[in-house]
């Protein structure tokens, strides 16, 4: 259980001068600092609780702006702090601050523009996953990286944490689907970041001001330390959010863009304000294994046989969650597809106590009914063998694949609903680990925290 918290009775002074000075000004939008609007932007979706001293709820780029101009003011500069807020879905405490949080999510959540001939869409910052999905559904494309709250997870939060989800194995993180960013910086300067050839760069670092500066440091800095880059920067597809270097030229067209050091900063080099986002085609056909296992250790050790099959996706669903899951209404939709499996004989059941959802997608249904029936001709060879998969489910009906997956997305909430005093508390959040190495790493892993009284 996160301790209560103890909202301080009065606003400090440089922070009641600051809201007085913007309230006087061109902002448009909201200046809340009660208790119950700070109380709400304290806590997000990680363990973390943070007290801010007010929100703020810009209505457009130009209020960004002022907000952010105010604050450079030296009267503030070195005592107002500006958090940017998405959904608040993060799950290590990027949006928390004691200072003022820019909350984007109540009026910049518009679909601005939307091209289908050229596959692209232009979006505010506060504009939801789910939002987005449902507008571009009807003309059969999608915006790419699936995130398990995406009813609530913000573009704009996406672009900052450089998220990624089901999926990623194919189309990669955000930052992959990223056209171009409209920002606002320290200084409350517009920055236009767009992928540039080097004759572009060069015309534009000849210019003034904050922007063509950045350009400046940060080309120099990639071209001077890139051996340095290559060998810090781990050669794998999704790492932990941070300043990514290593694509600044490291990217397909190898020009010069910015906007993969800007996604996953996290809001520390600017606001984002607008972005240009890629569009892919919905994928035309799906097929789902859901293969069952005794024990999770016998989940895990699969995991690189299962990538050799080369899915879109694999989650593994432990036993913690399908057993809260007989207690949800989701459990009458996925019961049939998890249950247990028969032994050699026919008559001793095996029960199916974890699981991992293995998702094909594609184009082409003849290639992908043969990956498909490969992977099942793997495991129908070794299910009567201890410790291998004791069977599976195998479906192209798009409700029941719907179902499962829902089940993966419910899974921290059906965790939340533990009965009990005692509540599961997560504190480690997304690790990388060779798929070789992965069953001996939890195993390892729940040894040490076994060894403190934990699970």
């Given amino acids: 259980m ?10 400090p002074k440089f922070v009641q001068n600051f809201l007085e000075v913007l309230s006087k000004s061109e902002f448009s939008g909201d200046i809340h600092h009660d208790n119950g609007a700070r109380i709400v932007t304290a806590t ?29 003011q030296q009267l503030f500069s070195k005592s107002i702090k500006i958090t940017a807020r998405g959904g608040g879905t993060g799950t290590n405490g990027q949006s928390l601050t004691e200072g003022i ?41 999608f915006f790419a990286p699936d995130l398990s709250p995406s009813n ?32 606002v910086l320290s200084n ?24 063509a500066n950045i350009f400046k440091i940060v080309d120099q800095v990639v071209s001077e330390k890139t051996n340095l880059i290559q060998e810090v920067f781990p050669k794998m597809s999704r790492f932990m959010t941070g300043y990514n270097l290593a694509k ?27 972005a240009k986002l890629r569009l892919t085609p919905l994928p035309k056909h799906k097929s789902l294994l859901v293969v069952k296992y005794e024990t999770f250790d016998d989940a895990l050790s699969d995991a690189e046989m299962l990538l050799k099959s080369d899915p879109a996706a694999i989650e593994t669903i432990d036993e913690k969650i399908l057993s809260l899951a007989k207690e949800d209404e989701i459990y009458l939709k996925i019961k049939d597809f998890v249950a247990d499996e028969k032994g050699k004989s026919g008559r001793k059941k095996r029960p199916t106590r974890t699981i991992n959802l293995v998702e094909f ?3 082409n249904k003849n290639h992908l009914e043969k990956q498909v029936t490969a992977l099942c001709k793997t495991i129908d060879a070794t299910n009567n063998k201890s410790g291998k998969a004791t069977g599976y489910y195998r479906t192209v009906d798009p409700q029941e694949i719907s179902n499962l997956w829902s089940l993966r997305k419910k899974g921290v909430g059906l965790l939340g609903n533990t009965k009990g005093e005692r509540k599961p508390l997560p ?29």
Wanted: charged share 25%; aromatic share 8%.
């Fill in 427 to 455: 504190f480690v959040e997304d690790t990388a680990v060779p798929p070789e190495n992965l069953a001996d790493y939890i195993r390892e892993f729940r040894t040490l925290l076994e060894s403190y009284g934990l699970e």
């Fill in 248 to 274: 600044v030229y490291g990217n397909s067209e190898n020009n010069f863009n910015l906007n993969y050091l800007l996604s996953g900063s996290e809001g520390t080099l600017a606001v984002v304000s607008k």
């Fill in 44 to 72: 997000d979706n990680s363990i973390y609780q943070v007290l801010p001293q007010a929100v703020v709820f810009p209505k457009n780029s130009r209020d960004i702006q002022t907000v952010l101009k105010i604050a450079d």
């Fill in 361 to 363: 997608c594609g184009s």
């Fill in 188 to 211: 409350g300067e517009v920055l236009e970041s767009v992928p540039l050839e080097p004759e572009a760069l060069s015309e534009y670092k000849k210019k003034s001001g904050i922007s």
């Fill in 152 to 183: 609530r997870a913000t573009l704009g939060g996406m672009v900052n944490t450089d998220a990624c989800g089901k999926g990623s194995r194919i189309y990669g993180r955000t930052s992959d689907h990223v056209l171009e960013l409209t920002c």
């Fill in 101 to 141: 949080v820019l909350d984007c999510s109540r009026y910049m959540n518009r679909i601005i523009e939307s091209n289908f001939k050229e596959g692209w869409v232009c979006v505010e910052p506060g504009v939801v996953l789910d939002q987005l999905n449902e507008h571009l559904a009807p003309n059969k494309v």
């Fill in 2 to 11: 996160i301790p209560r918290l103890s909202p301080s009775e009065s606003t």
